[in-house]
């Protein structure tokens, strides 16, 4: 869609570790017409030489963003009348947020939407953490100038609240690791320190924390961390409780009853906020969703409430009829067939036998089986069961202590916990990893455009978010050639969207290439998306593990989900499974059947 000058207001954005001006020409200087008719439209920072752009002189040509070499910039013609729901804007050429979501008491209200895109911000803005600005990046404003930008909405009591300090919020934050950094201490002890309902107790049996509790922070795992962040979140006596992404880390067991832990405060009559990337969890603990869409590190638009099941479909869809916005041009659905063996050859690429690995304190038996080629093994249960144990002896990482795995084949492992610690940008690592030049390669064009990383290239790894280290891990994972591509939870820190695009990116990359892949992960849409089979791991977490042979998607989501006790039925639109109600008809009917996993015949 065109605008014209007059209906349209300009956002110009630099991404500043982008911006290299002394590895550059200067292009966007160069050749911007406004420079060239004599304007300032574009100029050197004095301090650094980076680029700052006069959104007001900007004609919004994106000749700049065309010549950048280094994807450093981002002009968008936003409708003029946005500009008046302008609420925060961090500095001259920088992100941008527009419009709130509303808070509801007694409800779960969630955010939808990628990565850099506003999520975050408004948790803060919303709890008081950040004052909002309105574009006025330049100066602090009164509270009484905060309050009279909300008058006639609903905002407008909350915020007279905030500022006034008569209400409470409590966050759960999105980076867990810094925890113990913050307090010393055990578990137990930041739990108590927080509980103002004295609902420690049950909180922790809900959250099965008691085997942890008593031990230091320094000590806890991801998941651990992540359900004690909930749990303290949650004990506090509260008006409003948002929860930053709090499924991480933690398998599919521990996420249904973080969703319970978080749905227990609506029932209470509290406002709950949340934002997940976890389209089924979202679903399955939501009573409405806002979606957020926009360009990601430039600006976020926050759309009208919706209710669950219609914010997720508009949001898979990409369309909002109500706001006739389209925020992306193709949709996303999910397919209903059943896994197509056809598809897949009758061809080993590994066998094994019965294997044993055996720790001091926890043992792991899995059952004789092979993996074929061009097949994409989904590899499902809780966590400390062998999961990735088994996967790092599949990978020749770790031996196993009783039998042995047969195969030819070439492994390319890509594990479940990222180390940053590499001193150099992300091209000179994808590099290394293909052992090749990729810039303007086939293999450039086959595997890092779809992942979307190219822009990423000058950016020194230690600089990536959790998300853009995770895409540039498993594009060095495929980079390396091999037969089979081992990969340990690849949706950790992913937006909904880039977790779509991966399962289909990864069907296409194996069938095309004949090769073969095996992951783990606990995003059960994801799983569903990309599994052809699965190996279900059972037992005691911690202590022993146990894995069957490798079972149809079908059959093996039937038994994962029998053993989680939910039931799935398809939504009639996209085709993504949605959770049954607990104890509602389809989930009763549904149970006995014995029909968990619901695939259309």
Do not use: W
């Not at 996420?255 to 949340?274: F, H, N, T």
């Not at 031996?399 to 610690?421: D, M």
């Amino acid at each position: 869609m065109v605008h014209s000058p007059e209906k349209t207001h300009r956002v110009a954005v630099l991404d500043e570790d982008l911006c290299q001006p002394r590895k550059c020409s200067l292009e966007c200087i160069i050749y911007c017409p406004v420079n060239k008719t004599g304007g300032e439209c574009i100029i050197q920072r004095e301090t650094d030489g980076k680029a700052v752009i006069s959104e007001d002189l900007c004609t919004g040509c994106g000749i700049c963003v065309k010549k950048c070499p280094f994807d450093a910039i981002v002009i968008v013609n936003l409708a003029k009348e946005l500009g008046t729901d302008k609420i925060h804007q961090f500095g001259i050429n920088s992100f941008r947020l527009y419009r709130l979501p509303m808070l509801k008491k007694g409800y779960v209200v969630g955010l939808l939407g990628k990565n850099g895109i506003g999520k975050s911000t408004i948790v803060n803005i919303l709890s008081g953490n950040l004052r909002p600005n309105f574009g006025n990046y330049d100066k602090e404003l009164t509270s009484e100038e905060i309050i009279d930008k909300f008058q006639g909405t609903e905002l407008k009591s909350h915020f007279e609240k905030i500022l006034n300090g008569t209400i409470r919020a409590s966050i759960k934050p999105q980076i867990v690791s810094m925890i113990p950094k913050a307090f010393r201490g055990t578990a137990k002890q930041l739990l108590d320190k927080y509980d103002e309902r004295n609902e420690s107790d049950r909180v922790s049996s809900q959250l099965e924390m008691f085997n942890f509790l008593d031990r230091d922070l320094t000590e806890l795992s991801g998941g651990e961390l992540q359900r004690l962040a909930v749990a303290v979140a949650a004990v506090k006596d509260a008006d409003y409780y948002f929860f930053d992404e709090p499924s991480s880390y933690d398998d599919i067991y521990q996420r249904l009853a973080v969703a319970r832990v978080i749905r227990d405060l609506a029932k209470e009559g509290r406002s709950v906020m949340v934002v997940e990337h976890d389209i089924g969890l979202l679903d399955y603990l939501s009573d409405y969703i806002h979606i957020l869409y926009g360009e990601p590190g430039a600006y976020g638009i926050v759309s009208t409430l919706q209710s669950t099941k219609l914010g997720i479909n508009r949001f898979l869809e990409g369309f909002l009829p109500s706001e006739n916005i389209r925020f992306r041009d193709k949709g996303y659905t999910f397919d209903i067939k059943s896994s197509s063996e056809d598809q897949i050859p009758d061809e080993s690429v590994a066998e094994y036998s019965d294997l044993r690995k055996s720790f001091r304190s926890f043992s792991l038996a899995v059952s004789a089986g092979h993996i074929r080629r061009q097949e994409i093994v989904g590899v499902v249960g809780a966590n400390a069961l062998g999961k990735t144990t088994f996967m790092k002896m599949l990978a020749g990482v770790e031996k196993p202590s009783e039998g042995h795995i047969e195969h030819g084949a070439t492994v390319s492992f890509k594990p479940q916990y990222l180390n940053n610690a590499y001193d150099s940008n992300v091209i000179s690592l994808l590099s290394t990893a293909y052992r090749n030049v990729i810039e303007n390669s086939p293999i450039e064009q086959e595997i890092i455009l779809p992942l979307g990383i190219r822009r990423l290239y000058e950016k020194n790894v230690r600089n990536l978010s959790g998300g853009e280290l995770q895409k540039v891990a498993i594009a060095a994972c495929l980079l390396r050639d091999a037969d089979i591509y081992a990969l340990d939870e690849p949706s950790a820190f992913l937006d909904i969207e880039d977790r779509i695009a991966l399962a289909k990116f990864l069907h296409r990359f194996v069938r095309s290439r004949g090769k073969t892949a095996v992951v783990i992960d606990h995003d059960m849409q994801l799983v569903d998306l990309l599994a052809d089979s699965l190996i279900l791991f059972q037992g005691d977490p911690g202590l022993r593990g146990f894995a069957g042979q490798a079972m149809k998607k079908e059959e093996g989501m039937n038994k994962f989900l029998a053993t989680l006790s939910i039931t799935y039925r398809r939504d009639e639109t996209t085709g993504r499974p949605r959770i049954n109600k607990e104890g509602g008809r389809l989930d009763k009917l549904q149970k006995e059947a014995g029909q968990f996993y619901y695939v259309d015949k």
